[in-house]
DNA sequence: GCACTCGATATTGTCAACAATAAGTCCGTA
DNA sequence: TACGGACTTATTGTTGACAATATCGAGTGC
């Protein structure tokens, strides 16, 4: 109440939600996934119910979701620090999402509806030229990307797949972006692929979209291992 | 401490954790996944508190994490539910499976070593004399069929796919399990299934034993569906 | 008899204080 | 100077009380 002061406004996700507790874990995630809460550091509580000027108990009770969401890691009697990804635990997400998304792209394939084609091939033009427009290189960073992967997880129909892939990992591949402050750059190779999949959708061709993601997906695993053997 | 009459002890695991949040959560779910706590109910704040013998302090952030889980659903205002599973959603985590589990067991192929190898026959054989001695039906009953595919998981060295299965998926599935008491009825079909998989797995071919994997979980998928369209 | 409102009760959300554990500091000794 | 131990401080764990919201039931009007 009374020290609003700096960094109060962390972000600007549901500033009015009902309960204090998921309004503090949806700023608390945010400022992790934008990485204003550095990875590996500590989550101070006290310090916490200040800045967002809420007592312990909510906050502790936001702290155990994002411990589901395994953003942070709570030792006993230690208390939780941001969860920090190093290679092999980004080279497993990736392994996991190449599974998950390739099925989810399957299913895309199955029960979409040329509605839902139309769609997709409007998000496509539409990142078009911005590429065109931007000349190219903004296509990943502003999540171009990740929108078109989000489409289709939806169109799949399975919430939980959606729940594993969009309230889970994704966060946790954006917290490693931004960690290793890593700018993925492929983008007209991976905008072509993108136009493959739809293809493979619009002709409910299940099995070869499925293919056809788990390569775009197997691809961008390798860029990121070659990008990490450089550095 | 003065309450602690006849429905205190849920279960026995897990009495002396660090933290009582931590201890009450691991009995709640367990309470949960044995149908001691049945699907859909209301989880009573007050009502657990004296039961375990606790402050609802800690028992809010014990059921936080059982949201982490998705073993609750959390209304605000209104309180959590423990989760009752329809027949779609079982459906998709079968689907989930199918996708992990073939990532699992290529994994496991590729980076088995002869002596995990031997563990995995191990294994089947004792599970073999089990079901020999035993008339067969109780292979799965006993959730032999369980330590195989988690030891598979284990093999498969990516520590999040162990996560996100064994931690939270298997969890759902038993409670489905229990809700629908439903037995599931095709053992030495799933046994001959499992040793070819095995077979895949010593020869090192990733490839063949994903696709094994997929199909062995797509069998238990489609026995599933069937036996829900009967009920 | 039915629907609606209002009040009583129970449950959830939040808080501030206390207890227990860990971390940091200062001091003495070898 | 380096090491160890007691003391101090800070943080986490837990509790009971209070506030806010929802639920249930009785009573009233139609």
Redesign the interface.
């Known amino acids: 109440m009374k020290t609003e002061s700096l960094s109060n406004r962390v972000s600007k996700t549901s500033s009015a939600s ?2 204090l ?2 309004n503090v874990f949806n700023q608390i995630r945010t400022a992790i996934v934008k990485g204003e809460l550095i990875p590996g550091s500590k989550v101070n509580e006290p310090q916490l119910s200040r800045q967002y000027g809420i007592s312990r ?1 909510p906050l ?2 936001a702290i ?2 994002l ?4 953003l942070v890691e709570i030792t ?2 230690i208390g939780a620090n941001v969860i920090s990804l190093n290679r092999s ?1 980004t080279i ?2 990736y ?2 999402r ?3 998304e ?2 989810a792209c399957r ?1 895309a394939a199955e029960k979409s509806t040329p509605k839902d084609c139309h769609k997709l091939r409007e998000l496509l033009t539409a990142h078009e030229k911005q590429i065109q427009s931007e000349n190219g290189q903004l296509y990943y960073q502003k999540e171009g990307d990740l929108d078109f992967h989000y489409l289709i997880i939806q169109l799949s129909g ?4 959606f ?2 892939l969009c309230e889970e990992l994704y966060h946790l591949l954006r917290l490693y972006r931004v960690q290793t402050s890593s700018k993925p750059s492929r983008p007209e190779r991976a905008f072509h692929e993108h136009h493959q999949i739809v293809d493979a959708i619009e002709n409910k061709d299940a099995e070869l979209a499925a293919l056809l993601m788990r390569r775009h997906i197997s691809n961008a695993r390798k860029t990121l291992i070659n990008q990490l053997d450089i550095e």
Do not use: M, V
């Open positions: 009902t309960t507790a998921d108990g502790r009770e155990r979701r411990e589901g969401c395994k006993p009697h635990q497993e997400i392994e996991i190449e599974a998950l390739s099925l299913l399975n919430a939980r797949l729940t594993i």
